[in-house]
């Protein structure tokens, strides 16, 4: 099946970090855009992150910004999430889509087509 996972959530204290991972399953990542999203509990699904196709640009969410970076290792078939300096606010279940020759990326929008079981971030004290 062609699926792209998310890995790497955990529990941290605020002030800490996590590297979460997409690896695709059944397709190479450098085709598509990768975009990652969260979901708290009682909220609507928001974008985070997302990394174009062919070298385009990466964008971030105005919460992230400046705190998150994104970036591909295409060796790995692998596109990462570093969250740094990580907020109560951060917390929800984390997915990763894919979205094919999107080479200029919106957080927040997209046709993500494949997608795969999300990874939780929990921070607390």
């Known amino acids: 099946q062609v699926q792209v996972v998310a890995s790497g959530g955990g529990l941290v204290q605020p002030g800490g970090s996590l590297r979460l991972s997409c690896t695709g399953r059944?397709?190479?990542?450098?085709?598509?855009?990768i975009g990652w999203f969260r979901q708290a509990p009682g909220k609507e699904r928001e974008g985070v992150s997302c990394i174009s196709s062919s070298d385009g640009p990466s964008n971030y969410a105005d919460s992230v910004k400046g705190r998150f970076t994104i970036s591909r290792d295409k060796t790995k078939n692998t596109v990462y999430l570093q969250m740094n300096s990580l907020k109560p606010e951060d917390i929800g279940e984390y997915y990763c889509?894919?979205?094919?020759?999107?080479?200029?990326?919106?957080?927040?929008?997209?046709?993500?087509?494949?997608w795969g079981q999300g990874t939780q971030v929990i921070v607390s004290s």
């Open positions: 059944g397709l190479t990542l450098d085709s598509y855009a």
């Open positions: 889509g894919a979205d094919l020759f999107n080479t200029n990326c919106d957080p927040q929008r997209g046709h993500y087509d494949y």
